[in-house]
């Protein structure tokens, strides 16, 4: 049981480049969260997906891009990387008044 | 709006001191929940609790016990005779099911860093 898998684990990019976050979860759950985690910020909420085809911005949303094609699967896209953006990255599911389970987090390096 | 205040950033403790996290939270939402997660130095996070915003009922599970007061919008996380252990960042989380969430956004507080000394 896989649970939350989040690819890749690790990623530097240059300034300028585009790369995509893939979060996918086996537990059915509708809803779906991007988080950043940067020291002394806590985990602030990037996009979520409340169910299949349906995004929300939510508190840093500013140079990402998301999408919920399938069920199962939430992408997030970083269109031209930042030096700001470099951060770590976490994933988590959840159904609606259940807790949320979380990826392993992957750290992205911006150079 | 929603959110999570941990006012306190960073805890030291020595073993077998208690330790109390406290989590303040904001919501207009009449029906919501409260996590407590747990972020050891290894980095995944781990979930300690969930409540919801009908039930007052405080809980104890081994060392670690919570208290929910709606009256002060509190729930705060007490470690009773902290171990090296349980050294880790814990974050306090809040979500409601209403008009005011606008549909399931999961709001987490800045952390608390506990470090347990031996």
């Known amino acids: 049981n896989a649970g939350v898998t989040q690819t890749p684990k690790f990623r530097v990019l240059k300034t300028g480049q585009s790369m995509t976050l893939l979060c996918a979860q086996d537990?059915?759950?509708?809803?779906m969260y991007w988080y950043r985690q940067d020291p002394g910020m806590g985990l602030r909420l990037i996009h979520y997906s409340v169910g299949e085809g349906t995004t929300a911005k939510g508190e840093v949303p500013d140079g990402y891009n998301v999408s919920r094609l399938k069920k199962q699967n939430f992408l997030l896209g970083l269109e031209s990387a930042a030096p700001s953006q470099t951060s770590v990255y976490f994933c988590a599911s959840r159904n609606r008044v259940r807790e949320a389970f979380f990826g392993q987090g992957t750290r992205l390096t911006v150079v | 709006a929603q959110k999570v205040t941990q006012a306190q950033t960073e805890i030291s403790v020595v073993e077998k001191e208690d330790v109390t996290l406290d989590c303040v939270y904001e919501?207009?939402?009449?029906?919501?929940?409260l996590f407590w997660y747990k972020q050891p130095p290894s980095g995944e996070l781990v979930f300690l609790i969930r409540r919801n915003s009908f039930d007052e009922q405080n809980e104890i599970s081994g060392r670690y016990s919570w208290n929910f007061q709606k009256s002060t919008s509190s729930f705060n996380f007490t470690i009773t005779a902290s171990q090296v252990v349980d050294s880790a960042v814990y974050f306090c989380a809040l979500t409601s099911s209403g008009p005011y969430n606008q549909g399931g956004k999961l709001i987490f507080g800045q952390g608390t860093e506990l470090s347990v000394k031996p």
């Open positions: 919501t207009r939402d009449t029906t919501y929940y």
């Open positions: 537990m059915n759950h509708e809803y």
